[in-house]
Nanobody, 115 residues
Framework: QVQLVESGGGLVQPGGSLRLSCAAS????????MGWYRQAPGKQRELVAT???????NYADSVKGRFTISRDNAKKTVYLQMNSLKPEDTAVYYC?????????WGQGTQVTVSS
């Protein structure tokens, strides 16, 4: 059974940087599309970024140029490098694994951008 564990969240000042990590268990990581989603209080969960098994990437317009998604297949880990953070980036960030219309989710990690 696939398990996803996020880490790296925390409190950061506006303009700062943070790097999130998501470590996957199981044997389907290599063939999977990975993604990061976020959910702020009172708002719907939204896509942040995705990366395919071939490392093609897709970003929400709100984070383009600031966030970078990457993956290390040897470590079965996906990363989200977040630069120039804004207060509106504050949310719980969730790691997602997608394969054959099936979705697996991590427990989430809190990111708070505040002065």
């Amino acid at each position: 059974q696939v398990q996803l564990v996020e880490s790296g969240g925390g409190l950061v000042q506006p303009g700062g940087s943070l790097r999130l990590s998501c470590a996957a268990s199981g044997n389907i990581f290599i063939s999977s599309r990975m993604g990061w989603y976020r959910q702020a209080p009172g708002k719907q969960r939204e896509l942040v970024a995705t990366i395919t098994n071939n490392r093609a990437t897709n970003y929400a317009d709100s984070v383009k140029g600031r966030f970078t998604i990457s993956r290390d297949n040897a470590k079965k880990t996906v990363y989200l490098q977040m630069n120039s953070l804004k207060p509106e980036d504050t949310a719980v960030y969730y790691c997602n694994l997608h394969l054959f219309a099936a979705d697996y989710w991590g427990q989430g990690t809190q990111v708070t951008v505040s002065s």
